[in-house]
T-cell receptor
Framework: AQTVTQSQPEMSVQEAETVTLSCTYD???????LFWYKQPPSRQMILVIR??????QNATENRFSVNFQKAAKSFSLKISDSQLGDAAMYFC????????????????FGKGTRLSVIA | KAGVTQTPRYLIKTRGQQVTLSCSPI?????VSWYQQTPGQGLQFLFE???????NKGNFPGRFSGRQFSNSRSEMNVSTLELGDSALYLC????????????FGSGTRLTVV
């Protein structure tokens, strides 16, 4: 079974600084998607960034970028120029591209990293 | 464009009762998935519906069930509630069964007393 591990339960960063959140995963699949979701106190899970495993180029979305190391099964998230609004729980998630029973295979989530931003 | 709507936002139930939660996906989205989030177990997959059929089910007892209507709205039901069912229940929708990305709702916070 696939697993996702986030080894940092909590992290903090000064406003305007850069922080990197770690994520490792275990799978025997060759084609899959990786995601970072943000969950603020409003509870809604918000997609931050996603990466297709077959793409070697690291995904970037404005201040958010990933370092995807497929051989090492590592998928870290870098937040540049941190803002107070970035404070939230961040979840790393994995999903294979294969269909299962003609439906989407479920997301497998890590336990999350709580990010605090210090003004 | 309206997002994923979950109702109610909060719910308090007594042990032994049953509860029904509702999820309205983004217009046009045909796949709806449900997840349970607890501090101890994290986010766990409950089930997924696509075109009114349950496609996948997580490792939860039969007390947890769901359905999807022709307009893609989905409901999940939990019967004979236990204290351990207290959790945030999140619904996510995707355009097709090849969902590259999911859009989540804000969840229903269920407290069982």
């Amino acid at each position: 079974a696939q697993t996702v591990t986030q080894s940092q339960p909590e992290m903090s960063v000064q406003e305007a600084e850069t922080v990197t959140l770690s994520c490792t995963y275990d799978t025997s699949e060759s084609d899959y998607y990786l995601f970072w979701y943000k969950q603020p106190p409003s509870r809604q899970m918000i997609l931050v960034i996603r990466q297709e495993a077959y793409k070697q180029q690291n995904a970037t979305e404005n201040r958010f970028s990933v370092n995807f190391q497929k051989a090492a099964k590592s998928f870290s998230l870098k937040i540049s120029d941190s803002q107070l609004g970035d404070a939230a729980m961040y979840f790393c998630a994995y999903r294979t591209t294969n269909l299962r029973n003609s439906g989407n295979t479920p997301l497998v989530f890590g336990k999350g990293t709580r990010l605090s931003v210090i003004a | 464009k309206a997002g994923v709507t979950q109702t109610p936002r909060y719910l308090i139930k007594t042990r032994g009762q049953q509860v029904t939660l509702s999820c309205s996906p983004i217009s046009g989205h045909r796949s709806v998935s449900w997840y349970q989030q607890t501090p101890g177990q994290g986010l766990q997959f409950l089930f997924e519906y696509f075109s009114e059929t349950q496609r996948n089910k997580g490792n939860f007892p039969g007390r947890f069930s769901g359905r999807q209507f022709s307009n893609s709205r989905s409901e999940m039901n939990v019967s004979t509630l236990e204290l351990g069912d207290s959790a945030l229940y999140l619904c996510a929708s995707s355009l097709t069964n090849r969902g590259y990305g999911y859009t989540f709702g804000s969840g229903t916070r269920l407290t069982v007393v």
